[in-house]
């Protein structure tokens, strides 16, 4: 059976994680977070107390073995880790040291990238990251490159930190922002650019659900 292999990349703040989430489930394809891959280590070497041996055999062991599932509703996404929900530890602040800690070690890293693959399953995948296109599936059959200005991201960021009561300034977003952006695109290993064969969407001006729309009239139209 043809498993379908959607890519959506972007910088951080371009909406792909929700965009991401929202064509899997229309799909009803699998789903897999690049992002919290790390964090989802981390968490799981944490656990068992391997945060000090991280170049233990045992520890690229547990990283391609994984248990874990991304499963979106009309929420966002739940992630699941060894049948457990973990959607709301893995963002925070002490999980995202132990991911800083596993990021920097190289078997680790491949031993993801392996874990990665593993996502690619019928009827399809909806992969989102930074280079998802370009260095892990890039024999993709629908890549997607979703970007949107620094300013409008900063916006986005500063209204939803708002709503969250915290007190966040405009100035500090941006410059965050902006800084990440530039890690990004300069880092030598799978630095943020889009795919040369990527549909590239500049979601500035636009709404989450025409941002939708027109991927899938993309994607629609590549797996006819």
Known sequence: MTVHIITIDGPSGSGKG???AKIAQHYQYHLLDSGALYRLLGLALARRNK????????????????????????????????????TNIIRSEQ???????????????????????????????VADGRDMGT???????????LTAS???????????LQGMGSDAK?????????????RDMEREVAPLKPASDAYII????????????????HIDRLFA
């Open 18 to 20: 929700t965009l991401a």
């Open 51 to 86: 945060l000090q041996t991280l170049h233990d055999e045992e520890c690229v062991e547990i990283a391609k073995k994984l248990d874990i599932q991304f499963e979106p509703n009309e929420f966002g996404v739940l992630v699941k880790l060894d049948g457990h929900d973990v």
């Open 95 to 125: 999980v995202g040291e132990y991911a800083s800690k596993v990021a920097v070690i190289e078997q680790l890293r491949a031993a993801l990238l392996d874990r990665q693959y593993a996502f690619a399953q019928a009827p399809g995948l």
């Open 135 to 145: 260095v892990v599936f890039p024999n993709a059959g629908a890549k997607i490159y």
């Open 150 to 160: 620094a300013e409008s991201r900063a916006t986005r960021r500063y209204k939803q």
């Open 170 to 182: 405009m100035s500090a977003i941006l410059a965050n922002i902006q800084a990440r952006d530039k």
């Open 202 to 217: 500049d979601s500035s001006d636009l709404t989450i659900d025409e941002v939708f729309q027109m991927m899938k009239v």
